[in-house]
């Protein structure tokens, strides 16, 4: 089992930056991809950005530019840095990785969430 745990979450003003942390514990030689997404109100979960063990990173167009995914493998530990933060920002945003364990199928892990208010 993997467990994924999010920090860094909070209130900014329009035109800020945030920066987000999820920490992954237990069998975490099967991480693969880890990554972001988030939920708005009403809305679908998204993708925001995901990156690779081997450091490959894609973004959402909505995202490109502004927001930047890092990863320290040595720390099992993504980020996910916010610039120029928007109103339409505002998600709960979920830490997710793929978990593959030698002769398995990949299986998605959550985080439980942090909440990113902008304000305008």
């Known amino acids: 089992q993997v467990q994924l745990v999010e920090s860094g979450g909070g209130l900014v003003q329009a035109g800020g930056s945030l920066r987000l942390s999820c920490a992954a514990s237990?069998?975490?030689?099967?991480?693969?991809?880890m990554g972001w997404y988030r939920q708005a109100p009403g809305k679908q979960r998204e993708l925001v950005a995901t990156?690779?063990?081997?450091?490959?990173?894609e973004y959402a167009d909505s995202v490109k530019g502004r927001f930047t995914v890092s990863r320290d493998n040595a720390k099992n530990t993504v980020y996910l840095q916010m610039n120029s933060l928007k109103p339409e920002d505002t998600a709960v945003y979920y830490c997710?990785?793929?978990?593959?364990?030698?002769?398995?199928?990949?299986?998605?892990?959550w985080g439980q969430g942090t909440q990113v208010t902008v304000s305008s």
């Open positions: 997710h990785a793929g978990v593959q364990f030698p002769g398995g199928p990949v299986l998605g892990h």
């Open positions: 237990g069998s975490t030689f099967g991480v693969n991809a």
């Open positions: 990156i690779t063990s081997g450091g490959s990173t």
